[in-house]
């Protein structure tokens, strides 16, 4: 077999799930490994994901798996008309979550505090990619084109008495498409099996209607419920101290009567400072409201490397650069509720993310038999920050993964995969920074087919 065809054989055999457990909202990896395969091809895969996310929230109530499984699909076709130029068209789904918090924790609602329901979120967005590439000399090429991007669902709810002002916060986005543009270059030397790509994608700006909702007022009447609870209770306690006035404060009665006494006060205090803050938010803010939000997904580069180390063996890389730090999303209504509430800061997001994204993944390709090949590799995420939203609480993760190709026809590939994550350990935080749970020794499995066709 050729060096140049054992390259193809092999490289495909990589999971087509690479990146399905990534940084923040990253998921597919955006590979254009398709686009660079020689002469004529196209394929189609599916990638399944089966995470579990567990942790605590500060009050040392246990939350179960929060983490939803998910699949989603990925096609490509390339043409090569002539010797020199080529064109291809890539679908994939780049950036999404899924995430439902689950029991009695400090992320549910059980209508104790006017609201009900978990805190959950929901986002999925589809990509078509249409390149162009132009080989000026020999071995090298360079690419360029459109990207198509849509975001298909957006759906975020907030629940339980960690989000404080914001339990019982919903938006949902209406569909929303944009376009966004990519351009690289490729190296290759067939004969020692060498091939290398740089591939930069800009970011792509949606404005999507988003129907948002936050009922302040039954926060409004749950605390002065509360607030009234603990002036009836107040009330007893100071006639009970005044039948034992004539008792030194040290008589155990008297003592226990002006420790609920102390306690009681103190939590009536807390409730009036929230009862004013409410009421004031209250006063600002709708309980509805439709209006355009802008989200900007972020900018990225690729650079894949690989080639032949001996007979029948390539290795391989890929790094991936994401610029998670300059991400955020602030819907209307819930941006003006955050501006009330900390006009010091000028308010906050309802997601961002403080660091960029940075991942690598290695491996070794092999072939075994004419028709069968597999290959192992590792891999690597930064995560996009610690602590990180509650949307999504994990940092990072480092993976390991097998593969199989098998070809029972030349023009036919059939691959397969499967890879297994542990999850990075994160702090939680709500929008306002302030640190509400702990997530620890979590893990993720992904599995992914994938049928190649050379034609």
Do not use: C
Not at 392 to 409: I, K, Q
């Amino acid at each position: 077999m050729k060096m140049k065809t054992l390259v193809v054989a092999i490289a495909t055999v990589a999971l087509p799930a690479t990146s399905v457990f990534a940084a923040a909202l990253d998921r597919s990896g955006q590979s254009i490994s398709a686009f660079l395969q020689p002469g004529n091809y196209a394929e189609i895969g599916v990638s399944s994901l089966y995470p579990t996310v567990e942790g605590k929230d500060r009050s040392g109530n246990g939350i179960a798996d929060i983490g939803e499984s998910y699949t989603f699909g990925s096609a490509a076709i390339k043409l090569q008309p002539t010797e020199k130029l080529s064109f291809g068209m890539i679908y994939d789904e780049p950036f999404g979550a899924r995430a439902t918090y689950r029991g009695s924790n400090n992320f549910t609602a059980n209508g104790s505090t006017g609201t009900f329901g978990n805190t959950s979120s929901d986002l999925k967005t589809r990509n078509l990619t249409t390149l162009f590439g132009y080989e000026p000399i020999n071995h090298f090429k360079v690419y360029g084109g459109v990207a198509y991007q849509e975001i298909e669902k957006a759906e975020v709810d907030l629940r339980g008495t960690a989000y404080s002002v914001y339990n019982g916060y919903s938006s949902t986005g209406d569909k929303d498409s944009a376009f966004g543009w990519v351009a690289g270059m490729a190296y290759e030397i067939p004969e020692i099996a060498l091939k290398a790509s740089l591939t930069y994608r800009s970011e792509i700006e949606h404005n999507a209607s988003t129907q948002e909702s936050l009922q302040i007022g039954n926060l409004l009447t749950a605390v002065t419920n509360g607030l009234g609870q603990v002036d009836a209770g107040l009330s007893q306690i100071n006639a009970g101290l005044a039948q034992l006035a004539a008792l030194p404060d040290t008589d155990p009665r008297k003592a226990a009567l002006l420790t609920q006494q102390q306690s009681l006060t103190a939590t009536r205090t807390g409730l009036v400072t929230q009862q004013a803050r409410l009421a004031a938010l209250n006063a600002l803010a709708p309980s509805s409201l439709e209006q355009a939000s802008k989200v900007t997904t972020p900018q990225s580069v690729n650079l894949d490397f690989q080639t032949g180390v001996m007979a029948d063996t390539v290795a391989f890389a890929n790094l991936r650069w994401v610029e998670w730090s300059g991400f955020a999303i602030r819907p209307a209504l819930f941006g003006a509720v955050a501006t009330a509430a900390s006009p010091s800061t000028g308010g906050f997001n309802l997601v961002d993310y403080t660091d960029d994204q940075w991942s690598a993944n290695v491996g070794v390709g092999r072939k075994l038999t004419n028709t069968l090949a597999g290959n192992v590799s590792v891999g690597w995420d930064s995560g996009a920050g610690n602590p990180v939203t509650t949307l999504g609480p994990t940092e990072g993760y480092w993976n390991v993964g097998l593969g199989l190709r098998y070809s029972p026809a030349p023009q036919v590939e059939l691959s397969g995969g499967v890879k297994y994550f542990w999850l990075g350990d994160a702090t939680a935080k709500v929008s306002s920074g302030t640190e509400v749970a702990d997530f620890e020794d979590n893990h993720a499995l992904a599995v992914g087919l994938k049928l190649g066709y050379h034609f």
